[in-house]
């Protein structure tokens, strides 16, 4: 079994849509990264988390310890939000997600 | 203020052949770690230095090697290279304690 699973592993949606992007860990972690990966490569850190919620203009990201559970949500979504979003629990390494290929049509 | 630099950007390499990968961390950091990414996987830990040393390592074989330098800049060597090892190889630097992880561009190797 994974230690870390994502879902789901490809959306394609409207521009405008409300986008949610789920992550489960089995491990125990001491935060948890959400990462951006445009084609190329490059990954963008968008957001580290510990508990609770953290918000950043349209991206919004929830973690909650006890479940082991991790939400991305993305509101008025726009074509240049696609991209892989990469799930990565953190203890004392960090464990990648294989990622959700986002696509946002205009 | 710089982030992670990864040199070269890309790389071609022969069967066999042995390469040499570069990182410089993000100022203040003393920790580095590197990822192997494969075409449309997540990456994967290869290993971590901290203080000179490796501090952990992946399910890596040990044709894949590495070295810190007291600048906290970082090198990954691939001896006799394999088509497999083709990917992008991704560092990422860091505070000891984990915190702050920011990432380089990667470099991608493609072995021929």
């Known amino acids: 079994k994974n230690e870390v699973e994502q879902s789901p592993q490809n959306l394609t949606a409207q521009e405008g849509e409300f986008i949610t992007i789920n992550c489960s860990y089995s491990?125990?972690?001491?935060?948890l990264h959400w990462l951006q990966q445009h084609p190329g490569g490059g990954i963008v850190s968008l957001f580290m988390l510990s508990s609770g919620k953290k918000k950043h203009g349209r991206l919004i990201a929830t973690i909650n310890i006890q479940e082991k559970h991790s939400s991305l949500h993305i509101t008025a979504s726009h074509p240049r939000d696609s991209a892989v979003y990469i799930c990565a629990p953190e203890d004392d390494k960090i464990i990648f997600g294989k990622g959700t290929r986002l696509h946002i049509l205009p | 203020d710089a982030g992670v630099t990864q040199s070269p950007t890309h790389l071609i390499k022969t069967r066999g052949q042995q390469v040499t990968l570069r990182c410089s961390p993000k100022s203040g950091h003393d920790t580095v770690s590197w990822y192997q990414q494969a075409l449309g996987q997540g990456p994967q830990f290869i290993f971590q230095y901290y203080e000179e040393e490796e501090r952990q390592r992946g399910n890596f074989p040990d044709r894949f090697s590495g070295h810190q330098f007291p600048n906290y800049s970082s090198e990954l060597n691939v001896n006799a290279l394999l088509l497999g090892d083709s990917a992008l190889y991704l560092c990422a630097s860091s505070l000891v304690e984990g915190y702050g992880y920011t990432f380089g561009s990667g470099t991608r190797l493609t072995v021929v």
């Open positions: 491990v125990g972690i001491s935060a």
